[in-house]
């Protein structure tokens, strides 16, 4: 092991695949980055997990250089930058490390166990984190010797391209962990985002959502899976990649959304699409979104016309991209 004058800053706990993910988006983005296995194992199984690793590492950013996002000659200079340490070496690494983010097995079990290695061995001004998708950070939180420094962090797959990063903290995370945290993932080119402890964070809540209505279409026979992926690709999803969810309430009305959820709730199922208290509030204090000045945003003292063109702009960039849109026709036509 190398003295800890040049440890990495950053380890990822748990050498499964949202921990070689991590590790690649650090390796990308030119840091290095330990990837911590605490299991105890024989040599000869340490080796065999450390080679696992290596291979998918090094697959997967050779998958980047086959479509042409990095070149070829980087793949190896990538991956040298990801160093493997198994559980004789961890607590060395992990006294160095800045960042940790923990990635075991999703029970209380594991991440307890993982926890008490951290809470050993990490420095107090180490930020902790856990990547876990489904146990709250108010649950983790009582793991962690000092709270105040820990936090959720979860990660979409894959972890080295998707650059959202959901951040989720409990009453206890200080302010400035938080803003650290933040500008240590915007540094690898990472966008954070911060939501409360709530199950599903603010993606997988949403997607479960479209995922289960669009199986739910199919077992009605109202669509096919083919007719529905056609559908959300090129319309739902290309308008919510050009609008974020809220903007686009904001930007058709609260109004539209109010009728629409009235008529499906009634036509449909009432539990699945009554709209929550907030929207007939908003509807009945006059707050419609754009055209109104106000919504769920503020456009007091905003160029109406300069936003409007924005948004057809990102919609455009949309088209162009799913090679969608067509110059207008030079003939007239018969």
Known sequence: M???????????????RMGRGIAIAFAYAGRRISLIDLRPRSDDAWRRLRDEARAEIEASLSGLAQLGVIDASQVERVAARIEFVNAAAAPQVLAAAELVFEGVPETMEAKREAFEHLNRHCRDDAILTSTT????VTQLAALVRLPERFLNMHWLNPAYVIPVVELSCHPGTDATVLARTKALMEEIGKLPVVCGASPGYIVPRLQALVMNEAARMI???????????????YGLGLRFAALGVVEFIDFGGCDILHHASR??????????????????????QGRLGLKSGSGFYDYAGRDVAAYRRDVLSRTLGELRHAGLWRAPADETLP
């Open 2 to 16: 190398a003295n800890e004058a040049v440890l990495p800053r950053f380890a990822a706990v748990g050498a499964g």
């Open 133 to 136: 998708s489904s146990i709250l």
């Open 219 to 233: 077992e009605e026979g109202s669509a096919t899976a083919e007719e529905i992926d056609k559908a959300t690709r």
């Open 263 to 284: 008529e499906m709730s009634a036509s449909l199922d009432a539990g699945r699409y009554t709209a929550p208290a907030i929207v007939g509030r908003m509807v009945e």
